[in-house]
């Protein structure tokens, strides 16, 4: 089974101050709850190693999720992809340009690779995404 999620919030703010934030794969990696540590493992900060601590049966430690962004197009786009041996992830986000600043358009897919990886992220990737959402406005409101 796979899992798709498609959720966006408005911000005021820039294109590229929210793009400084979400382009960055250690920002990405810090605003989700089950990243018990990330290491970036290129000069060029495109590909950061998750390791994951998901709280299902089957898996008693920590998972070595490999990341790469794929996909750049400053500052309006990003697309990663991930890899273990336990599931395959893909998420995109997206700056749109509205009246007021801008609205962040995050599409992600879970693909599991054993049970309940995948309800585990049907049940937790909106809680997720509310995590990335308050890292960005924080992010925002502390840094200028």
């Known amino acids: 089974m796979t899992v798709r999620v498609d ?4 911000l005021s703010a820039s ?7 979400i382009a960055d794969p250690e920002n990405r990696a810090r605003s989700i709850s089950v990243v018990d540590e990330y290491t970036a493992t290129d000069p060029d900060g495109r590909r ?3 390791h994951v601590e998901l709280p299902i049966p089957l898996v008693r430690r920590t998972v070595k ?4 962004d794929v996909t750049r197009t400053p500052p309006k786009y990003v697309k990663f992809v991930g890899s273990s ?3 395959q992830v893909t998420g995109e986000h ?3 340009d509205t009246d007021d600043g801008v609205r962040l358009e995050n599409h992600f897919v879970v693909d ?3 049970p309940g990886v995948e309800k585990f992220f049907k049940r937790n990737l909106d809680d997720e995404l509310e995590n990335l959402r ?3 406005e924080h992010d925002l409101r502390t840094r200028q």
């Open 7 to 10: 959720r966006s919030f408005e």
């Open 15 to 21: 294109p590229e101050r929210v793009w400084e934030f």
């Open 48 to 50: 950061v190693t998750w």
């Open 65 to 68: 999720v490999d990341t790469e």
């Open 85 to 87: 041996k336990v599931m």
């Open 94 to 96: 997206e700056i749109v």
């Open 112 to 114: 599991g690779k054993l």
């Open 134 to 136: 308050r890292a960005l």
